[in-house]
């Protein structure tokens, strides 16, 4: 996905929920949790998307989508339990739940920093095992291994896996599609193109992503030794 687009709609989260806190207006955090719901359902549902569609601008790299998906899904979480308690009586606890929202929805549209792109990662990894992401990727031999992630869409892909393919020197070099494996979204990337190399341990080593050129790819192929 375009890497603008989660800061874009956190940050439409988060001056709705912080608008229904300074004016205590409930039916703003409705709307809120309803926006997030109809992104999760598929963009062509959500305003917000449709609004960040119109603007012009095309993104140079590309984001996984599993990550900002996981943050949205605990932003929905938390807001239908602040409606819960708004509509219960339990204004207090239903106001302080909106505002951790608006405060990490803010922070992660202003910043750039995802927190729950952030935990969904590290979960990922922790409940992923070696043998799991040598069989994801078919990994063959003994590594380590370079892996080249790109997908769809992304201007900078082709010519990121064309120097890595260079660089190799023949050799071998496995090509990731994320479309075609949403699990590589677990991996310690931000946008894609990305190099990374695996140890033979299983562990991710070296990680390059953005503009990779030859410098950049060669000094993934010296590190894979």
Known sequence: ??????????????????????????????????????????????????????????????????????????????????????????????WIVTGMVAAVALFSGISGICIGCIAWKQIARRAGSAHDLKKAFDLQGQGPWLLVVTAPGCPRCPAAKQAIHDAATGRA???????????????PIWSVPAGIIIEPSGDVGMVKTGRIGAPEAAELVTALG
Do not use: N
């Open 1 to 94: 996905m375009h890497p603008w687009a989660p800061r874009f709609a956190q940050a439409i989260t988060g001056l709705l929920c912080l608008e229904a806190v300074l004016f205590q207006t409930i039916p703003v955090v409705v709307v809120a949790a309803a926006f997030i719901a109809l992104a999760l359902i598929g963009p062509r549902w959500s305003p917000v998307a449709y609004l960040f569609a119109i603007l012009p601008v095309r993104p140079a790299e590309l984001e996984p989508a599993k990550p900002v998906r996981f943050a949205q899904w605990i932003a929905l979480v938390m807001l239908v339990v602040a409606i819960i308690l708004l509509y219960s009586g339990l204004e207090l606890a239903g």
């Open 173 to 187: 070099v496995v090509d990731i599609d994320l479309d075609e494996h949403p699990e590589a979204g677990a991996l």
